[in-house]
C-alpha cells in the first residue's frame, strides 16, 4: 500500500427500504432537514472519494442531494451484492487503494470509526465494526421462548466494512450468490476480516422510529462552537460628543471616520465576521463607497448577525472592551448594553461591555484616540 492510500468510499444505497414507511425510500427521507443520504456521504466527504450505488429510478433524488458533493453515482441490481460488485466495478477505472463499503442508511457513524477501520487494514485484509451481543439470547417459536441460545462470540455487524479494492474486487468476482454483507464475501475468499468496536449510534435506520433515534444522536454532534476577535482604533477630532456602542457620550471631541466612527461596535462587527470567516466591515462596506458616508454603524453589525442567523449560527455572547482615558465609559454602560442588545436581538445578560484606560501610554493614553476590543461566540444552532 502507499504512503498516503487512495480511499474510496461504496455507499450502497440502492435498496428501497419499505420497512422504513414513507412515499419514498427511507435513504431519500429528511434527517432534521436533510436526506438520510447526504447525512452518510458528508460523513466520508472530507476522507474518501464518494461512489454511491442507486436504484435506476431513484437517480433524481440522487442527483438533487449530491448538490455541492462530488459524488459518482452507479446504478445498482436488485440485490445487495449485485450493486456492491457494480459499484466495484465502477471503480476499476481509477482503482483506489482501499475501499469502504457503507449502508446509507447508517448516517450517524462517527469519524472516529471510519478511521478506526482504515487504520486496522494496515494489519488485517478486511475490518469490520461490531457491537458483542448484551442481551440474553432465546430462541422462540408461536410467541414462546423454546430455549436459551448461548451468546457466547456473538456479534451484531455494522459498516463500514473495508477492504483493500483489489482483494475485495476479485473476492465479489468468485462469489455466486447473494451474501448478507461485504465481510461474508471476504472470508469466501479466504481474507481475514477484523472486527473493530462498533457504535450504539452507528444504527442503521430500519423502522421509521430509527429515523427519530437518528434525529436525537445527530443533533447532540451539533457542537460547532466559533469564536471571532475584532480590533479598531478612531483618531479624535474637534466636536462634543463620541457614539459608542450606539449610545451618544457627551465628550469635548469627536471621533473621526467615514461612518459615525462607533469603534466599539466596528469591533463587536469584526468579531462576528471573525468568527464566520467572513472577512471584516471593510470588505462588506467598502469605505471608497459614499453611500456609507456618515452611516450608522448598527447598519454593520445588524448585517453581521443576519449574516450569522443564515449560516445557522446563534450568538452565544460578546465582549468588548473599550480601551480610553476619557470619556468615563462606566456610566453610560448599562444604556449600551441594552442598545446593543436591542440591535442584535439578544438578551442583555449575553453582552459584557467593559473599559479600561492604558495607565496613560500611547495614543490612547495621550488621548489621540480611543481602541476597542472584542470577542464573539457563534454556536451552530
Ligand atoms: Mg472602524
Known amino acids: 500500500m ?15 427500504g419499505r420497512r422504513a414507511g414513507g412515499p419514498v425510500p427511507k435513504q431519500w427521507q429528511s434527517l432534521l432537514g ?40 452507479v446504478d445498482g441490481a436488485d440485490e445487495r451484492a449485485g450493486s456492491v460488485r457494480a459499484g466495484l466495478q465502477a471503480l476499476a477505472i481509477a482503482p483506489p ?7 446509507v442508511a447508517r448516517p450517524c457513524i462517527s469519524i472516529q470509526c471510519i478511521q478506526t477501520v482504515i487504520d486496522t487494514l494496515a494489519d488485517h485484509a478486511g475490518a469490520a465494526p461490531a457491537l458483542p451481543v448484551t442481551d440474553a439470547l432465546w430462541t422462540g417459536e408461536n410467541g414462546k421462548v423454546t430455549g436459551p441460545q448461548d451468546r457466547t462470540g456473538l456479534y451484531r455487524a455494522q459498516t463500514p466494512q473495508g477492504f483493500r479494492y483489489a482483494d475485495i474486487m476479485q473476492a465479489h468476482r468468485d ?30 435506520i430500519t423502522v421509521p422510529a430509527d429515523f ?42 469627536a471621533l473621526k471616520g467615514h461612518s459615525d466612527a462607533d469603534v466599539a461596535m466596528h469591533a463587536v462587527t469584526d468579531a462576528l465576521y471573525g468568527a464566520m470567516a467572513e472577512g471584516d466591515i471593510g470588505r462588506h462596506f467598502p469605505p471608497s463607497d459614499p453611500q456609507w458616508k456618515g452611516a450608522a454603524s448598527e447598519i454593520f453589525l445588524k448585517h453581521a448577525v443576519d449574516l450569522a442567523q443564515s449560516k445557522g449560527y446563534a450568538i452565544s455572547n460578546i465582549d468588548v472592551t473599550i480601551i480610553c482615558e476619557k470619556p468615563k465609559v462606566g456610566p453610560h454602560a448599562p444604556a449600551m448594553t441594552a442598545r446593543m442588545a436591542e440591535i442584535m436581538g439578544l438578551r442583555e445578560d449575553r453582552i459584557s461591555i467593559k473599559a479600561t484606560t492604558s495607565e496613560r501610554l500611547g495614543f490612547t493614553g495621550r488621548e489621540e484616540g480611543i481602541a476597542s476590543i472584542a470577542t464573539a461566540t457563534l454556536v451552530a444552532a
Not at 97 to 103: A, F, K, Q, S
Not at 182 to 204: F, S, Y
Request: with cysteine; glycine share 6%.
Open 34 to 73: 436533510k436526506p438520510v443520504a447526504r447525512w452518510t456521504l458528508e460523513r466520508f466527504a472530507a476522507i474518501a472519494e464518494l461512489i454511491m450505488v442507486i436504484h435506476p429510478d431513484d437517480r433524481k433524488f440522487a442527483e438533487n442531494l449530491c448538490d455541492g458533493l462530488d459524488v459518482t453515482l
Open 212 to 253: 427519530h433515534r437518528a434525529a436525537q444522536i445527530l443533533k447532540e454532534d451539533k457542537m460547532d462552537i466559533r469564536l471571532g476577535n475584532g480590533y479598531d482604533v478612531h483618531a479624535f477630532e474637534s466636536g462634543d460628543h463620541v457614539i459608542l456602542c450606539g449610545v451618544e457620550i457627551p465628550h469635548d471631541k
Open 97 to 103: 487503494d482501499i475501499v469502504l463499503i457503507h449502508d
Open 175 to 204: 462469489f455466486s450468490g447473494n451474501a448478507a454483507d461485504d465481510v461474508e464475501v471476504a472470508r469466501a475468499a479466504g481474507l481475514d476480516v477484523a472486527i473493530v468496536p462498533g457504535e450504539e449510534r452507528n444504527l442503521k
Open 2 to 16: 502507499t504512503a498516503t492510500p487512495r480511499i474510496a468510499a461504496l455507499i450502497v444505497a440502492a435498496g428501497r
